[in-house]
């Protein structure tokens, strides 16, 4: 199972919106709505941003958003603020035989 | 407060076994699916394992199978990975993760090291 395919970086000014994308798969992203987002600052765990999707965890801020179409699915980060800077992946359920896939990561700047 | 704390990693060599543990807290271990993701240094994040709730289900992804053996003891709250025939390529941090969100992790131990190498 290959992993998803996103940007290796992305950037922007404070409170500017950032988009990330990630591709993969009718067996993976479009066939599930089980999409989730994790941020990862450098030498800590990844958090969980966004799942089922668009889903926020309680703690999210609403500057973080998620979306899909087909087999593409996108988090947009609005009101860019310097703690967002960090790796963000993305990761989709992908069946009884591949189970979970990650995206490579996104490495979001903040200029 | 959800706390997962994995144990056991360090060096090992080229065709050895380790055995990692995840001390849990803060939540009913018994009723969440737990996970194992590793990261290789540098690199980024891939999924290793599950084990659902009472343990009687798990799965794994290709290039582990035959290999890592994941478990848990309820009554202890403690997740294991057992990793057999180690090569460098298994070298990374192993993370311990809850499946708390619908086929989500929602919270994440600190990680252990696993460095394969003669």
């Known amino acids: 199972q290959s992993a998803l395919t996103q940007p290796p970086s992305a950037s922007g000014s404070p409170g500017q919106s950032v988009t990330i994308s990630c591709t993969g798969s009718s067996s993976d992203i479009g066939g599930y709505n089980y999409v989730s987002w994790y941020q990862q600052h450098p030498g800590k765990a990844p958090k969980l941003m966004i799942y089922?999707?668009?889903k926020r965890p309680s703690g999210v801020p609403d500057r973080f958003s998620g979306s899909k179409s087909g087999n593409t699915a996108s988090l947009t980060v609005s009101g860019l603020q310097a703690e967002d800077e960090a790796d963000y992946y993305c990761?989709?359920?992908?069946?009884?035989?591949?189970?979970?896939?990650f995206g490579i990561g996104t490495r979001v700047t903040v200029l | 407060e959800v706390q997962l704390v994995e144990s056991g990693g360090g060096l090992v060599q080229p065709g050895g076994s380790l055995r990692l543990t995840c001390a849990v807290s803060?939540?009913?271990?018994?009723?969440?699916?737990i996970h194992w993701v590793r990261q290789a240094p540098g690199k980024g994040l891939v999924w290793v394992s599950e084990i659902e709730g009472d343990g009687t289900t798990t799965h794994y992804v290709d290039f582990v199978k035959g290999r890592f053996t994941i478990s848990r003891d309820n009554a202890r709250n403690t997740l294991y990975l057992q990793m057999n025939n180690l090569s460098d390529e298994d070298t990374a941090v192993y993370y311990c993760?809850?499946?708390?969100?619908?086929?989500?992790?929602?919270?994440w131990g600190q990680g252990t090291l696993v460095t394969v190498s003669s």
């Open positions: 990761c989709s359920y992908a069946g009884i035989n591949n189970y979970y896939v």
């Open positions: 993760v809850r499946g708390g969100a619908p086929n989500a992790l929602d919270y």
């Open positions: 803060g939540f009913s271990f018994s009723s969440y699916w």
């Open positions: 089922e999707v668009s």
